[in-house]
């Protein structure tokens, strides 16, 4: 879109890149400047005696177009002539076309009104006769066909004209989105830079830990030598200790579950004794019964009497021991903590200043005063958006309009040709042609009046365009891609008369600090951080603020007053050793497992209850009715409840024990040993570092205190690179700028200008041609008043009726 527009600018301003190589002689002519000789009233001198030398409303200007490459290092005396003529020579391509589309503004009209009296005096081939002609069908079809494309090209320029209109419309209204989207990525920006900060601050737990981490229990206070001289002999210990640790967590856990059991079963079986008696005494009762002593029923009931021992249960509740005692005294041994037999000591002091340094980082500050900017800037074009919205609806109808003009143009003289050309007939007189042949004419006719009417309002409107968007291409567009709109900012003492560099000025009140708008806008398109971009190295220096030899005095004072105790390291209170002997005399391996799962591993009663209640009903069965026979089939019934109700329960309970006592066995197997060799290693260790280790400490502790410095020292680089290089990084910021510029100006408004006044602005002047071959063309459709008619070789009009 934009190659099209940028080409006729291009050939518009094509003077100026001549114009750039000349200076002028003290009277006006033009001289390469290398050539020139310059007179006793001349200078030349830098750009900065030109502006003292420029009028105050002419310096800014100025600055711009010698930025944007013209030389203006060597000129005559007399800045403000030259200055002028440095604005003519750029501006010389634009303003000939501007001229060229006032003229054309001012004589169409003109133009048009004498030749509209022209022709109604008959004149300029108003007249309604048409004289014959011997190339008259070749002039007729050149006229056609040369009217013909030129309107296809004004159709070009017309669809030129309407997609760029409708582009402008269409994009101008997600400016509101854009906006928003590049308001929310700067408040992100803003918002995270102070998280990223506190973060960096917050590191240095971070730092801390991983001491504490890498060194392990006992080589936080030793260091890396003495951990590996104890490693071969305390570290399997300490694991198995850490071990037995969880397994007497584990052991006890089971313990309680197996002695619930337990109470639960005996309960079970006692009840179970006592229901299963009262169901004896009953059977007792009923075989007590005068029928019983008659035969044949004297048989059945001695058989029941005999088998009622079996009614009873099998397992001797007393067999069940508890497990209270074991579980208490477990609890009690539990109290010593195993697994934290090795003390570290806390470095907590160290590193503090490090902590507390970020409270001076500058960029807090900077960023508020950015905050309270990107807010009123937000408040702003939020509330002219609407503005600019509603306006450019009035733009859009408006080039609406211009677009439908000179669609109604083509379209008229597309009609002439259409229906000349289909009417047109060869053997016709001029004046018997046919309607549709004259109405073709009639319609090249009105396209050219309309031509004359509209077109120089169409040409207003193109050179409007033209000069606004053709300068905002060259002098905001192209620099601001190739950077020298940077260039010109960038200018020591344009913006501010006082400052030499407006952004070092703005930030640090020092403008001799080399901050330059191109520096920024390329660091940030890099997405560098901030701190580097706007260099707060001359606020606040991290290079210093991290040096590690700030800190190592105070590390090596720290370590230098610590009082390291060796033989604390492992220990363990005299209640502590109470307690690990007292699980020694537990003997949780020495209880008799087997005698417990082999009780339970029995049925609950010595006959099975349903089997018994079956013969019962059987035997029930086989006697008369009466109060015995339903007695028995009661007692049956009895039987089988208890069994549903209790036998069932008790024989998951009892399943349960078996197998809480098969995993105690397994656990406290060889547990008994294990723990007296615990207590032997606390003792032997604790003599140990006692008497052995104290003197290799002090040499160990230097070699500690180096290990320290190198992750503290790492975390500073690392915190310096942080600074310098990631956080609050200010890709937003050049991306807000690329959406306001390139994207919305640029992209949005100046390139669907540019295309529209091309289009319109071709399709316009293409109407100059047009209306001359449709006037011409216009006696070949038309019927004509009289006609030449030949006779004895003269000739004369013949006029129709």
Known sequence: MRSAASACINSATARTATARKHSLDSEGNVLPCRD??????????????????????????????SRLGFRTNCYPAGPTLFFDLQIIYYEIGIIICAVLGLLFIILMPLVGLIFCSCRCCNKCGGEMHQRQK??????????????????????????????ANQHMRTHIGKTWKLSESNFKDLRTFLNTTPEQIDYIAEQYTTTKERVFSDLDNIKVLLGSRIY??????????????????????????????????????????????????????????????????ADPVQTTCNDIRSSLGLVNVSINPDQLPSLEEHINNLTAVLRTNLTALAHQRALNSIGSNIETASQGFPIRDRLSYFSSYL???????HRYLRVLEEYDLYRWLGCLVACCLLTLIATFYSLGLLCGTYGYDQSASPTGRGFISNTGGVF??????????????????????????????????????????????????????????????????????????????SDCKENKSIYATLKLEHAYNITDQVNITKYTGDIYSSFENMNISIKNVMKVDEEGRRNLRAFHSLELDKVDYAAIMAETAKPPTQVNLLTFADNLDAKASNLTPGNLKNSLRSHAETLRRIHDVQVVLLQ????????????????????????????????????????????????????????ILSYFEQYLQWVKHSVTEQIAACKPVATALDSVVNIFLCGYVIDPLNLFWFGIGKATVLLLPALIFAVKLAKYYRRMDSEDVYEDGKATWSHSD
């Open 134 to 163: 011997k190339n008259g069908n070749f002039l007729r079809k050149y006229f056609a066909v040369s009217l013909l494309v030129i309107c296809l090209l004004i159709s070009i320029g017309i669809i030129y004209g309407f997609v």
């Open 652 to 707: 998951r309970l009892l399943s349960a024990v078996y197998q809480c006592m098969q995993e105690l066995q397994q656990k406290t197997t060889g547990l008994g040993v294990r723990m007296q060799n615990i207590l032997f290693f606390v003792n032997d260790t604790q003599n140990f570092v006692t008497n052995l280790i104290t003197a290799v400490v002090h040499e160990e502790r230097r070699k500690y205190v180096t290990t």
């Open 228 to 293: 590996q001289q104890l490693k071969p002999k305390l570290i399997p210990m300490l694991d198995d200790a850490m071990a037995i640790g969880e397994e007497l967590k584990t052991l006890r856990e089971s313990l309680v579950q197996a002695n619930l059991n337990l109470m639960d079963t005996k309960q079970s079986l006692t009840q179970l004794g006592h229901n299963l008696s009262d169901v004896r005494r009953g059977l007792e009762q009923t075989l007590s019964d005068s029928t019983c002593h």
């Open 36 to 65: 020139l000789t310059l007179p006793s009233d001349s200078t030349c001198s830098p750009l900065s005696q030109d502006v003292a030398f420029a009028p105050r409303n002419k310096t800014w200007v100025l600055f711009f177009f």
């Open 444 to 521: 090249l006719m009105v396209g050219v009046g309309f031509s004359f009417f509209f077109c120089w309002l169409l040409m207003t409107l193109v050179v409007l365009s033209f000069v606004l968007g053709a300068n905002m291409e060259k002098l905001v567009c192209e620099p601001y891609q190739s950077k020298k709109l940077f260039q010109v900012l960038d200018t020591p003492y344009l913006l501010k008369e006082d400052w030499k560099y407006y952004l070092s000025g703005m930030i640090f009140d020092n403008s001799d600090i080399q901050i330059t708008f191109e520096q920024v806008y």
């Open 375 to 381: 807010k009123k800037a937000e408040d702003y074009i």
